[in-house]
Structure formats: C-alpha cells, structure tokens
C-alpha cells in the first residue's frame, strides 16, 4: 500500500491512501484525485504501480511535474518521502503509512461495469469538501461527495450534485463527437445517482421511423446487458417535451396500458426528452433502477433535466460539427476534382508556324462541364475542339473527362471530320452514362491548304473577325443535333478559306446566356459588338470580351462555365 500526504491549507486531507494500478491528478473530474486549479491540465500526472514499484509519470501537462524539484520528462520511480510538486499542490510519496497518522481520506475508485450491485466496498466514505480559503483559489475536490454505508443507504449530498452538473457542463464543452459526448453524459449521471442500474440515450435518425439507441450504460457484471426500453415512455417524454418522473413504474397508472413495461421489472425510472433550440425532440435520456429501496425523487429528475438541457446543446454542437467534417472532406475531393479536370485542359497552345492560339476557361462551380482541347494532326493541321455538356458540377465533369478522350481517339482515326463527329456521337450515345447530350464543334485549321474544316454538332456557330472588324457568324450548312441524341446521326464537314489577319472565336453558351441582376442575357449580338471593338493582340481580345460580359453581369454570380477559344492565320497561306 502507498499513500501520499499534504500538510497545504488548500488540500483538505492530510494522508490519501492510492489504490489500483493506476492514479491520475488532474483537473478533469474523471481524474481519481481531482485538483480544482486552473493551472493544473486536464490529466496532469499518474501514479503507476508495477510489482509494488510505484512510478511517476507526467501527462505532457501545461505546466509540467516536479519530483523534488526537478522535472518530469520520463517515468520515474518514487522513494520513501519523495515531494511531488503539481503546480501549486505539494504532496509526499510514502510506501507504508507515516506513524501516527492523522484522518485518512480513501481513494474511491470510480463505479463502473466492473462493479457488481452486492460489491458495497467500493463507495467510501469520501468526506473531502473544497477549504473556503481568501489566500487561495485551490482545492481538491473528490469525484462525488457520497455519505455510503451500503448501496442500500446511498444519500447523495445536493450540494455534490451540482458540482457533479457543473462539472459535466464543463466536460461537454470541451468535446465535439457524438459518441464521446454521449459517454460523458452517462458517466457522469452514473455518478450523480449511485442508485441508477441503467441508463441510455436514444436519438432521432432519418433512416428510422422510431429512436436508435446511441449509448447505453449499466452496472452489472457483464455490462452487455440489453436495457429495458419502453417506447410508451419514450413517445410520452417527446412528444409532450416534459420530463417523466416514476417512483413506482409498475403502479403507475400512465402506463399500466404498457405490456413492454409490464416485462421489465423496473421500479423507478427517471426519463428526460433531450429538445432542440427549436423546440423539436433530438431523443431522450432515462436512468431507471430496480431496487424499491431507492427510488429516484423530484430532487433527481431536476438534476437529470439541467444534464439533458446541457447535453442537448453538446448533440446539436457534435452534429454541426460532423457537418463541417463533412463539408471539409468534400471540398477536399472536390480540389482533387478540380485539379485532375484541369489536368485534361490543354496545358499549353500549339506552336504552329503562322498560327496564333488563345483560350480561356472558367467553371461556374468548383469543376465543370465546358471542354476546349487542341489535337495535332499530320501534315501540320490543328483541330480545335470546343462543347458543352449539359448540366454542371461533377456530373458533367465525368462526361467531360470521357470526352475529351473519345474526341481524340476519333479525331485521330479519320480523315473527314464529318466521320470524325459521326462516330463520336455514336461513341457517346451507347456509352451508358445516361441522358445527357452534349453540345460540340470541331474545326481543323490547315494552313497548307488555306482552309478551315467545321463539323458542328448543335453548338453556337462560331464568329469570324476580319481584318476590317467586321463579324460573320458561320451559320452550318448541314447542322446536327448535340451529340448523345440519335445514334445513327451522321454529320458532313463544311470547308472554310483560311484568310490572313481573320480572327476565328469559339465559345460556349456561358458567354452568351450569361445575366445581369435584370435577368438579361448577354446574348450572341453584343458579343459581336465585343469582339469587333477588342483589341487586335489576341490574348487582349479574349480579356477584353470577359471583361464586357462581367460587367454586363455586375454583382450577379455566374451562372454557367465559360470557355472561349481563338485561333489567327498571320501569314498568307502556301
């Protein structure tokens, strides 16, 4: 056996007998000796016992542990009159009892499934309150002030129980998941009534029309004991939001109707709603006892509905909580998202000999559904793609990422552009990713020939700047529908002449349907006024036309992606 004493004005015992492998000092009231100060940490320290060596362990505490004033950095064995120093509490290691000992406080060690109802040794006779002391704010306060004989006169001190609340509103504080809040709120009501054989919290979830058991408690042997749950009092305590107090379940008149209660053998049962700030029911928390000679008072269910009060506000707190988590990991994903579609972006513009590229992309939500992509082809042609897939966010950035990949493909495998968009469509429609279609025009630039090929599946016919500043919007002659409608649909390619100094401009309908706070669509006529009054440098065209459709939009979000791209002949063509 060990002991520790204290000979301090702010410690109300003078010996402390340890018991148990394990003693932690600190300020948490789960802590076996606790040390109301401030400047003590949660768990400050431990006491370890290993084959009667006894060990001192500090608990990375904020203020550190001092063995005979040298600190504690690692486990470290204790002698005879060691001096144990936790910030302002002095205490001394003793292996046997000092002579003459004065009044010695037991260590209580706290009920738990260990414990079974008959084993009555373990509630001591605590007996510690806090010193009313002006020159300090320091005190050791047990973990409940109990005065026990035996279980069966278990008389719990009001003045304990409120500390015991206080301490549990304190602990709820400190913690945001739903299972640690739910344990703490047990444990801790555990404390407060000795009497109590069970106790759970059911909550409300959306995927069940009755309440799901969240945590559950009891102090029998096993501890795996299934509680005795009776959905009559539980819909009472819910739907009339008060609490429910029964001395005598099974006399009660409320619920001689119940045929559940009838089976459960209870006497006494205390069942408090937990309630949102609303007003709405989040679930309940009932402590219920078995031994007629203690049952739970009007004094007690108080108690359990300034813990429900506070244990409501914890749930709703470890719930906006998991909200964030929630909200954290998307936004994670939807980076990753970001990132690997931009990845399918062009990363740089074709350096082709008397050809000038431009572009400019952006998604109206984190990803998007615009394509632009250039594909070089033999001979020194450059096919420029752009489309729309209808829709936004993730969903079309899939079908955007399998896009751009069959786009390719079928670019590359034939000759005619026609065949090319032909085969793409059929691509897209018995790919099985269900009915979206997909607005597209591909244009192949051949500076050799000194033509322009298009092929355009549904989508805003491009604008041609000439060298003067006039606009022609290439109506197609033979127009399809968007890609992914009708499978068999077979496009042709129409033939363009390649001009020195004409500024060819490829856009989606972001641009052009983009709206101010009147609800007015920029529309197809004042992006030709946009494009006509640009500058000549091509990248300075393109900042100049979003500049125009922002300020068209004001302080109205953007509704829809936004891709633009350009391509310029400089030179005559060979």
């Given at each position: ?328 990991d998307l936004d994670r994903e939807l980076e990753f998202a970001t990132q690997v579609q931009l990845g399918f972006l062009p990363n740089k513009r074709p350096e082709t000999a008397g050809l000038d590229f431009c572009d400019y992309y952006e998604a ?211």
């Amino acid at each position: 056996m060990a002991y520790l004493t204290s000979q301090q004005g702010n410690v109300p015992w003078n010996l402390l007998e340890l018991h148990g492998e394990r003693t932690v000092l600190g300020r948490h009231p789960s802590s076996q000796i606790v040390l109301d100060n401030e400047a003590v940490s949660r768990h400050h320290a431990q006491i370890l016992e290993s084959h009667g060596h006894f060990f001192l362990e500090d608990l990375k505490s904020r203020n550190g542990t001092l063995i005979n004033g040298h600190p504690v950095d690692q486990p470290t064995e204790l002698r005879e009159n060691d001096s144990i120093t936790l910030c302002d509490f002095e205490f001394h290691f003793h292996e046997q009892a000092p002579p003459s000992p004065p009044a010695t406080a037991f260590l209580s060690t706290k009920p738990d499934e260990s414990d079974s109802d008959t084993d009555n040794s373990r509630y001591f006779a605590v007996g510690v309150e806090p010193i009313d002391d002006s020159s300090t704010s320091s005190s050791i306060v047990s973990k409940l002030s109990m005065v026990s004989v035996g279980r069966d006169q278990v008389v719990a001190d009001p003045e304990a129980k409120l500390q015991a609340v206080l301490e549990i509103s304190k602990s709820l504080g400190q913690v945001l998941e739903l299972d640690e809040v739910l344990t703490r709120v047990l444990d801790g009501l555990f404390e407060i009534f000795p009497q109590a054989d069970e106790g759970f919290v059911l909550l409300n979830e959306p995927t069940s029309t009755t309440p799901v058991i969240r945590a559950t408690r009891s102090r029998s042997e096993s501890g795996s004991r299934t509680p005795s749950i009776s959905l009559t009092i539980v819909r009472e305590a819910m739907q009339s939001g008060e609490a429910i107090l029964s001395a005598d379940v099974m006399g009660d008149n409320r619920f001689l109707g119940s045929q559940s209660i009838a089976g459960m053998q209870l006497r006494s049962m205390i069942c408090a709603p937990l309630m949102e700030q609303d007003g709405q029911p989040l679930g309940v928390i009932q402590l219920s006892s078995r031994d007629v000679r203690l049952p739970f008072e009007e004094s007690d269910l108080d108690v359990l509905i300034g813990v429900a009060t506070q244990g409501a506000l914890a749930i709703e707190n470890a719930a906006l909580h998991a909200k964030v988590l929630r909200q954290r990991d998307l936004d994670r994903e939807l980076e990753f998202a970001t990132q690997v579609q931009l990845g399918f972006l062009p990363n740089k513009r074709p350096e082709t000999a008397g050809l000038d590229f431009c572009d400019y992309y952006e998604a109206a939500n984190r990803v998007g559904g615009d394509y632009f992509d250039y594909v070089e082809l033999p001979g020194g042609r450059v096919a420029v793609a752009v489309a729309d897939v209808a829709g936004k966010g993730i969903p079309a950035a899939l079908l955007m990422a399998r896009l751009y990949s069959a786009t390719r493909y079928h670019l590359l495998s034939q000759p005619d552009l026609g065949l090319a968009l032909s085969d793409l469509n059929r691509d897209i429609s018995t790919s099985g990713l269900g009915h979206r279609f997909i607005t597209c025009v591909l244009a192949v630039v051949d500076p050799a020939a000194g033509h322009v090929a298009v092929a355009n599946a549904g989508h805003l016919p491009p604008l041609i700047r000439h060298a003067d500043g006039s606009i022609t919007e290439l109506i197609s002659q033979h127009p399809g529908m968007p890609l992914g409608i009708v499978p068999d649909q077979e496009f042709r390619q129409q033939e363009h002449p390649l001009t020195p100094g004409d500024t060819w401009l490829m856009f989606t309908d972001g641009v052009t349907e983009a709206m101010n706070a009147d609800s007015e669509i920029f529309g197809t006529q004042r992006l030709q006024q946009s494009l006509s009054g640009a500058p000549g440098e091509l990248d300075a065209m393109i900042l100049s036309i979003v500049s125009d459709v922002e300020a068209h939009c004001g302080e109205r979000d953007q509704s829809d992606d936004m891709c633009l791209t350009a391509f310029r002949c400089m030179d005559s063509p060979a």
